[in-house]
């Protein structure tokens, strides 16, 4: 991981790169006079020539979406971000051509699998444990991170392997669906580690909401940030500086739900019915997903992106979106907390930069999840996460050689059977337990946000926009905020997510979207 600056006084330039997926940050600001470069936006505005004017187009995508981090745009319309596998060359002899970032590392989705499946497996295992091997480097105290699902469980039984007794910081919560207990004891049973439990609160997250949002940067789409944050500063409040992470299957092998409709839509193309139908009846069975829906949305999907021109970054809003910008629609009830003026104004808006269709309709998918745009908004909250409590944090799945490896493998070693990352499920037979390995369900570092904005965290909401002078009111509608906030306590649907972004974009304009302080970096 990397983002660096080389001068070369002799050509008269400079050349920026960033690390292959973009776990280390790169901001920049460029005019014909200046170029300014910050690991931190917070440090660009700083600078005389930078302004803070608002990126509209990224806040409505924020809002109607959640997703951040899709392009190279950020939250400020000046301000820019090297994508991961991006470089810079900026000229300091001449000023007429504005330079453009180049990607120096891709994966080529389109070349067909060509390795068996026991040499996959064996071949992922061993890149694994030597990317594990090269990350347990570390002359400080050193840690894991580990939520009781299979990639966290996977690095800390094989890390336990080759450094006995290392530390393990996991995120639990009593009495609650989103506690992992079960999971992480089965870890803990089986390896020499030394763990250490700590327990997110709705207090905890009100005390501590300005500061994660002043270190994030730029607003985020979910409250599981909030779950990350308190095993970050659990992290460093025991000593340990660095800590290895599990980010990566999910979207390299289609651990996501989200995948299984374009799975099928593959299947789908390729006239595979009788495994369409084998794939929806598992996928019931370990899902609880309806198989007819299923069905469905893999049809629609196969028949809309079939259109290669139509498979864009943004798949999963496609529809929505289409309505949306369709005058003609009436607003849905999860919009109703966006201001009209704001709403129509997007809705004139130019169409987002969409990345070329690589492959057939599920590799795409995994191509734009893992590689471009990819992992940008996971591991910038990562990132700053564990910067703000001065913790370096390490990602052995985020070896390019693994991710390369798992390109080249067929579509049955990511999901077989309802069963998701069966790369990584087959790879760790025999070192991770039974009980972790054959998981199906997926929680991951959460936290009940919906139970939160029916109790102490929606009389927070209320406060915040009952307090007048909102910088958030060109996009928010107060009135429509605080109904969507009846309508979760009535049980009439969860929009937590809707209500946390209200939270966050208003809090973000008081910290950093209109004025900072100098950054602590």
Same mark, same amino acid.
């Given at each position: 991981?990397?983002?660096?600056?080389?001068?070369?006084?002799?050509?008269?330039?400079?050349?920026?790169?960033?690390?292959?997926?973009?776990?280390?940050?790169?901001?920049?600001?460029?005019?014909?006079?200046?170029?300014?470069? !910050? =690991?931190?936006?917070?440090?660009?505005?700083?600078?005389?020539?930078?302004?803070?004017?608002?990126?509209?187009?990224?806040?409505?995508?924020?809002?109607?979406?959640?997703?951040?981090?899709?392009?190279? =745009?950020?939250?400020?319309?000046?301000?820019? $971000?090297?994508?991961?596998?991006?470089?810079?060359?900026?000229?300091?002899?001449?000023?007429? /051509?504005?330079?453009?970032?180049?990607?120096?590392? #891709?994966?080529?989705?389109? &070349?067909?699998?060509? @390795?068996?499946?026991?040499?996959?497996?064996? #071949?992922?295992?061993?890149?694994?444990?030597?990317?594990?091997?090269?990350?347990?480097?570390?002359?400080?105290?050193?840690?894991?991170?580990?939520?009781?699902?299979? #990639?966290? =469980?996977? &690095?800390?039984?094989?890390?336990?392997?080759?450094?006995?007794?290392?530390?393990?910081?996991?995120?639990?919560?009593?009495?609650?669906?989103?506690?992992?207990?079960?999971?992480?004891?089965?870890?803990?049973?089986?390896?020499?580690?030394?763990?250490?439990?700590?327990?997110?609160?709705?207090?905890?997250?009100?005390?501590?909401?300005?500061?994660?949002?002043?270190?994030?940067?730029?607003?985020?789409? !979910?409250?599981?940030?909030?779950?990350?944050?308190?095993?970050?500063?659990?992290?460093?409040?025991?000593?340990?500086?660095?800590?290895?992470?599990?980010?990566?299957?999910?979207?390299?092998?289609?651990?996501?739900?989200?995948?299984?409709?374009?799975?099928?839509?593959?299947?789908?193309?390729?006239?595979?019915?009788?495994?369409?139908?084998?794939?929806?009846?598992? &996928?019931?069975?370990?899902?609880?997903?309806?198989? /007819?829906?299923?069905?469905? $949305?893999? +049809?629609?999907? +196969?028949?809309?992106?079939?259109?290669?021109?139509?498979? %864009?970054?943004? *798949?999963?809003?496609?529809?929505?979106?289409?309505?949306?910008?369709?005058?003609?629609?009436?607003?849905?009830?999860?919009?109703?907390?966006?201001?009209?003026?704001?709403?129509?104004?997007?809705?004139?808006?130019?169409?987002?930069? /969409?990345?070329?269709?690589?492959?057939? *309709?599920?590799?795409?998918?995994?191509?734009?999840?893992?590689?471009?745009?990819?992992? $940008?908004? @996971?591991?910038?909250?990562?990132?700053?996460?564990?910067?703000?409590?001065?913790?370096?944090?390490?990602?052995?799945?985020?070896?390019?050689?693994?991710?390369?490896?798992?390109?080249?493998?067929?579509?049955?070693?990511?999901?077989?059977?309802?069963?998701?990352?069966?790369?990584?499920?087959?790879?760790?037979?025999?070192?991770?337990?039974?009980?972790?390995?054959?998981?199906?369900?997926?929680?991951?570092?959460? *936290?009940?946000?919906? $139970?939160?904005?029916?109790?102490?965290?929606?009389?927070?909401?209320?406060?915040?926009?009952?307090?007048?002078?909102?910088? !958030?009111?060109?996009?928010?509608?107060?009135?429509?905020?605080?109904?969507?906030?009846?309508?979760?306590?009535?049980?009439?649907?969860?929009?937590?997510?809707?209500?946390?972004?209200?939270?966050?974009?208003?809090?973000?304009?008081?910290?950093?979207?209109?004025? %900072?302080?100098?950054? /602590?970096?």
């Amino acid at each position: 991981m990397w983002a660096f600056v080389l001068l070369d006084l002799r050509a008269r330039r400079l050349f920026c790169s960033r690390d292959r997926f973009g776990e280390k940050p790169f901001f920049y600001y460029l005019d014909r006079e200046v170029f300014a470069f !910050s =690991s931190e936006i917070k440090g660009l505005l700083q600078c005389h020539r930078v302004s803070r004017t608002l990126n509209e187009q990224t806040i409505f995508e924020y809002l109607t979406t959640g997703k951040t981090d899709r392009r190279s =745009s950020t939250f400020f319309s000046n301000i820019a $971000q090297l994508r991961g596998g991006e470089a810079l060359i900026v000229s300091l002899a001449s000023t007429l /051509a504005p330079p453009q970032p180049r990607r120096y590392w #891709d994966i080529d989705p389109t &070349i067909p699998p060509a @390795i068996s499946r026991r040499a996959a497996c064996a #071949d992922f295992r061993d890149l694994l444990e030597d990317s594990i091997r090269l990350r347990l480097m570390s002359d400080v105290p050193l840690g894991a991170c580990l939520s009781g699902g299979l #990639d966290s =469980s996977s &690095i800390v039984c094989l890390a336990d392997r080759m450094r006995p007794k290392i530390n393990t910081f996991s995120a639990r919560y009593k009495d609650s669906p989103h506690d992992e207990g079960e999971y992480i004891d089965a870890v803990l049973e089986k390896t020499s580690v030394t763990p250490h439990f700590t327990y997110p609160s709705v207090a905890d997250l009100i005390e501590d909401v300005e500061s994660l949002v002043y270190h994030q940067d730029e607003p985020f789409g !979910s409250l599981s940030i909030f779950a990350q944050w308190s095993v970050f500063k659990l992290v460093r409040e025991t000593g340990v500086v660095v800590t290895l992470d599990g980010q990566g299957p999910d979207e390299m092998l289609g651990g996501y739900h989200a995948a299984f409709p374009l799975f099928m839509a593959g299947l789908l193309h390729q006239r595979r019915f009788f495994s369409l139908a084998k794939e929806a009846f598992f &996928i019931q069975q370990n899902h609880q997903i309806d198989w /007819a829906e299923s069905l469905f $949305q893999a +049809a629609r999907y +196969a028949k809309v992106f079939g259109d290669k021109s139509k498979f %864009t970054e943004d *798949v999963f809003q496609y529809f929505e979106r289409r309505k949306l910008t369709r005058p003609t629609v009436p607003l849905r009830p999860k919009l109703r907390w966006l201001t009209l003026d704001f709403i129509k104004k997007q809705r004139r808006a130019p169409e987002s930069y /969409a990345p070329p269709f690589r492959g057939d *309709v599920f590799v795409n998918y995994l191509y734009l999840s893992l590689v471009n745009p990819g992992m $940008q908004a @996971i591991l910038r909250v990562a990132d700053r996460n564990s910067m703000a409590h001065s913790v370096e944090s390490r990602v052995p799945f985020l070896d390019h050689r693994i991710a390369e490896l798992a390109f080249r493998c067929p579509d049955s070693l990511k999901i077989l059977n309802g069963s998701t990352k069966r790369l990584l499920r087959e790879s760790t037979k025999g070192i991770l337990p039974n009980k972790v390995r054959q998981r199906q369900g997926k929680i991951g570092f959460s *936290v009940p946000q919906d $139970q939160w904005f029916k109790r102490e965290l929606g009389d927070y909401l209320q406060g915040l926009f009952g307090a007048g002078s909102l910088l !958030s009111e060109p996009y928010l509608d107060p009135a429509g905020v605080a109904s969507l906030l009846e309508h979760h306590r009535g049980g009439q649907g969860n929009y937590s997510p809707e209500l946390w972004r209200a939270i966050n974009l208003e809090v973000w304009l008081k910290n950093i979207g209109t004025h %900072t302080t100098a950054s /602590a970096a």
